[in-house]
């Protein structure tokens, strides 16, 4: 089959203004930069008209796809299974649990009718809707950001966003559900308190219930009280967080002021209490992305809720990463990196003078420690990364290492439990397996019957069976070893043919752990294609020395890892030469449209980059976990570290690009559309010739991605997947 055909030099036109952008260079002093589509960044009716025709243009091309539909309708029916949680006890006396039948909009919040765990092996959903999210909006758009239920069982609060939220408050006795088909008003139960502007922020409740912590921005204009709120639209950085107390009841204008830091404007906070006897408030405060933080400790038993908290400031350098664990009256638990790059386990006693640091779980020179929760009274639930390959251990409070949960397996693992509950969940998920919970009763004194699966995913289209994951190793441009993850149908065959999807993210110290995803299963079986995940340097899998690797001025060894491993697939005859598609969203979004710039021509069959960082100068040094902003800056190593490696910056002009598909969200305020817009505007300004399509998909009323629809996605996956097909010329293999 051929690719769909294409003809160049017909882009929409886009105005070229003669804006230019001054940056302090430590090497080249002022330097002048050309800003032509600078007027992209701010919403306008010459922008939106731009993105209007712009989305038209490419949903044109898309069309061209016979298969499209065909593609979409399989992806639909492979997602349509059933999807939950691990059920999680509540101080009202039931267990909570999210589960969506299938192609829900968003995922309901479901408990049990008492006490009791809920049974799943017998007929049924196991308890009643206490939550419908899919009751806030018409078209399924409006999701829980954040959400956290009061220690006396009574409140439940929630925050509904795109990306910036608003927080709410209910009743526990008042559910959120649909009577007789009828969508109920959320507004109706709910208490009449709204607390607004808030971004990257937990809710954190005192132990009394009678209000909790959360962090807040300045008021913004774009925030308004009105279905027409601009986050995502504007481009204004998020700076100046706050951390407030609110008390239930009452109205936002009255909440207490807690910490600030005008001398600090790009600090965010992240407040949380102690969980047994809610005596301690910690304050952990980062600046960047860099995994440091400081640490304060408040003795609420001493101190009134307000500015003039009194805080001891346990760590007031941002040297290693601190997170709190748990705690046993003044003893703290703590997991960290300090002078550990694969982390380890601490403790702090609040009563030693000398606040000595005493490793408790040393750090392993050939495992990530990747996390840690206290469970029942006396345990830890430990996940150790070996290789990007989960291992869950049971560990006792003394820091001796008691058991190693399912051996046998093979993927990655998520901990549900605390320390006033016995029982703990891990749900466990792979390539090939779309998620089993098991439950470990830590009460239970058989040992062989501590361990019980407790519940089970099915997926009605897609057999799982029929497909096989392996883990290979290649070696980089400067002979670094990395792993890579490989999926296939059992129809596939490996002699040099096959078509590939390879993705890659490479930044923020995040681990890509192996996952389930019936879009890009169904993919693989309709294509006759493999999947590859390389775990390159930049992300989190072997800790801090590997994130360490691919940042700033050694970012270039994360593009070179990516494209290593495209020439490791054609080279083993994985995939065929000029059949490999590369794909990433958000930093990895970043990698995709830099390796289409720095790779040699013909390297890839195509490329998707999906809410990408593509203008480096215009991303902020301390952009929070990725949460990028617009700002132009003065910092001296700005053009030195980013002016090499941007993508808008290094469109090349001599030689042929690979089809090449953008996709933003016109709500997006993590990594805001501005990025996208300049970036395509620019390529098909350069390279109106270019004999494949450069162009650029525009998601309206939608955010970074958290919390999208189930319908969106699956038209996305439709989008990006059938893009690929086209631009390789596949043919449908499927039924």
Known sequence: MSPTPWIPNQYPTARRSDRVDVYKSEKRGQVRVPDPYQWLENQSDETDKWTTVQD???????????????????????????????????????WYWFYNSGLQAQSVLYRSKDEALPDFSKEGLGGEIYFDPNSLSDDGTAAIATSSFSRSGEYYAYGISLDFCTIYVRHTRDPLASTDGQREDHHAKRLPEE????????????????????QRFPDRGSQGLTPEDQAGIETIDDNNAMVYYHAVGTPQSEDILVVKDAEHPEWLWEASVSELDGRYLYMSVVRDTARKNLLWVCDLEENAIGPNIKWEKL?????????????????????????????KVITIDLADPKRERKDLIPEEKDAFLDDVRAVGKDYFAVVYKRNVIDEIYVYSLDGKRLTRLVPDFVGAAELSGRRSQNDLFVTLTGFTNPGIIGRYNLSEPD?????????????????????????????????????MFIVRHESTKRDGTA???????????????????????????????????????????FGEEWHEAGIREKK?????DFIAATGHLINTKIAAPGKIAINGGSNGGLLVAACVNIAAEGTFGAAVAEVGVLDMLKTSPSAKHGYLTTVIHTIATTLTSYTPISPLHNVPTDKVLPPLLLMTADHDDRVVPLHSFKHAATLQYTLPHNPHPLLI????????????????????AADKWGFVAQSLGLAWQGS
């Open 556 to 560: 270039i060894n994360v593009f070179d």
């Open 697 to 716: 998909r525009i998601d309206k009323k939608a955010g970074h991605g958290a919390g999208k629809a189930t319908e969106k996605r699956i038209q996305d």
């Open 195 to 214: 607390i607004r502007f808030v971004k990257f922020s937990a809710i954190t409740w005192t132990h009394d219930s009678k209000g909790f912590f959360y």
């Open 447 to 483: 040992d062989g019957k501590k361990w019980s699966t407790y519940r089970t995913t099915h997926v009605k289209g897609l057999k799982a069976d029929e497909f096989t994951a392996e883990q290979v190793w290649y070696e980089s441009k400067d002979g670094t070893r990395i792993p």
């Open 315 to 343: 760590i007031d350098e941002f040297d290693a990463e601190y997170r709190v664990i748990a705690n046993d009256g003044t003893k703290m638990y703590i997991l960290t990196n300090e002078n550990a790059p694969r982390y």
């Open 499 to 541: 078509p590939a999807i390879q993705y890659g993210y490479g930044g923020f110290s995040i681990s890509i752990n192996p996952s389930f995803s019936p879009s890009i299963l169904t993919f693989l079986k309709s294509y006759g294609a493999v999947f590859a995940l390389p775990n390159i340097r930049g992300g989190g899998e």
């Open 56 to 94: 038209e243009f490419t949903r044109a091309y898309l069309n061209k796809n016979q298969d499209r539909t065909k593609l979409e309708k399989e992806i639909r029916a492979n997602t349509d299974y059933e999807k939950f949680t691990a059920p999680s006890f509540k101080y009202d006396g039931r």
